[in-house]
């Protein structure tokens, strides 16, 4: 199996390495790309030393059966046909493609099987918080459909990428000089602060994050049914976004049929004990693989409607984890590279 990785020095990229070692992934050739900043920079993979190299319209593609991606939407764009036209399964982690009817958006616990059908050989990951927002609710809506859900994220810092998490590591240190801190990758100050804005405003008045939320749930659920209202709000923590979700369902849910379900479900782990202080918080849960729920209670002011609190590290089942999840499903069920 011959393999690349697009934006191998950025806080995805580099959770790719990681990723594609811990899960033993089988790999014959690995292969680097990047843009000309990082291209030449070395980096360790099992043991061997890779260069990266400029990612070009060239054929260094010819003979790659997987390319994971994460370069941003500009870059997935430019480079698909020169990624893709050997065959190689382009596997993007970039809103780029995410909405395209002939392009699968695919998390493996909810709609794995999406991801055979690619006329275009590219399958795209879902936004990091929709991902992880639709694992928790895929057992749920198994129960009883789910109508409608409202949805305040925590997100971290890392979710903007590797310059962001130094930004906000200076930020503290320059404040703690008593020096002005540098703001670049986010709207204000995050140290100290939360920012209720996570990418461009649109004209409806909610941000693309969160439409992205409001669009990639009803397609990766196949439940255009489905509403979402979503606030995105970053946080000053280092990894994994925080999610406080209520849903209500078409038939009241127990809190016992949820609990069990949810329990019970791939991907998920019920870190729940209120009286003993337990509960999942992203410093805990950075670096972890699964989605983490706590705080499940029925809602007040609805029969029908449930809350909880989700928790899942960005980087890695938002991001690269999805995406090789993605890989061995379908070297799982049959489709040979
Ligand atoms: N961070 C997250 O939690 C997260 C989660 C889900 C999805 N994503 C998505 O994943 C993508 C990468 O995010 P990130 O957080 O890893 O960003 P990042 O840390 O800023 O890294 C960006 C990467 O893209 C590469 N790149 C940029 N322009 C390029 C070009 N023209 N040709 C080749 N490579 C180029 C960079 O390489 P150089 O160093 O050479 O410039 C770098 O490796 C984005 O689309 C983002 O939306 C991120």
């Known amino acids: 199996m011959r393999v690349a990785i697009v934006g191998a020095s950025g806080a995805v990229g580099q959770e790719f390495l990681r990723v594609?070692?811990?899960?033993?992934?089988?790999?014959?050739?690995?292969?680097?790309f990047g843009s000309v900043r990082s291209a030449g920079r070395k980096y360790t993979f099992r043991g061997k030393e890779i260069e990266v190299k400029e990612l070009k319209h060239n054929d260094d593609f010819k003979g790659v059966d997987i390319a994971f991606a994460s370069a941003g939407a500009g870059t997935s764009r430019e480079f698909a046909e020169t990624i893709t036209k050997h065959g190689a399964i382009m596997i993007d982690n970039s809103s780029a493609f995410r909405m395209?009817?002939?392009?699968?958006?695919?998390?493996?616990?909810?709609?794995?099987?999406?991801?055979?059908?690619?006329p275009r050989n590219i399958i795209a990951n879902p936004n990091c918080t929709t991902i992880q927002m639709v694992v928790a609710l895929k057992p749920i809506n198994d129960i009883s459909p789910i109508k409608r859900v409202h949805v305040a994220t925590y997100q971290a810092a890392?979710?903007?990428?590797a310059a962001a998490m130094d930004e906000l590591v200076e930020q503290y240190a320059q404040l703690g000089r008593g020096e002005e801190p540098t703001v670049e990758k986010f709207a204000y100050q995050l140290a100290y602060n939360v920012i209720p804005q996570v990418d461009?405003?649109?004209d409806n008045g909610y941000t693309k994050?969160?439409?992205?939320?409001?669009?990639?749930?009803?397609?990766?659920?196949?439940a255009p049914d489905i509403e979402v209202s979503a606030t995105c709000v970053r946080v000053p923590v280092m990894r994994a976004h925080s999610e406080s979700i209520w849903i209500?369902?078409?038939?009241?849910?127990?809190?016992?049929?949820?609990r069990k379900a949810l329990s019970e479900a791939e991907g998920v782990v019920v870190f729940d004990d209120p009286a003993n202080k337990k509960y999942p918080m992203p410093l805990d849960i950075a670096n972890q693989d699964p989605v983490y729920v706590g705080r499940l209670r029925k809602?007040?002011?609805?029969?029908?409607?449930?809350?909880f609190w989700v928790v899942g590290d960005q980087i890695k089942k938002g991001a690269a984890l999805n995406a090789v999840q993605i890989a061995q499903y379908m070297l799982a069920h049959g489709k040979k590279f």
Not at 20 to 32: A, G, R, S, T, W
Request: net charge negative.
């Open 200 to 202: 461009v405003f649109t």
């Open 158 to 161: 890392s979710g903007a990428g």
């Open 20 to 32: 594609l070692d811990q899960q033993n992934f089988p790999i014959d050739e690995l292969l680097l």
């Open 299 to 307: 809602d007040l002011t609805c029969d029908n409607g449930l809350s």
């Open 248 to 258: 209500e369902t078409e038939s009241p849910v127990s809190l016992d049929a949820a």
């Open 100 to 118: 395209d009817d002939d392009v699968p958006l695919v998390v493996p616990e909810v709609n794995g099987d999406d991801a055979f059908n690619t």
């Open 209 to 222: 994050e969160e439409m992205k939320m409001y669009n990639e749930t009803k397609k990766i659920m196949h």
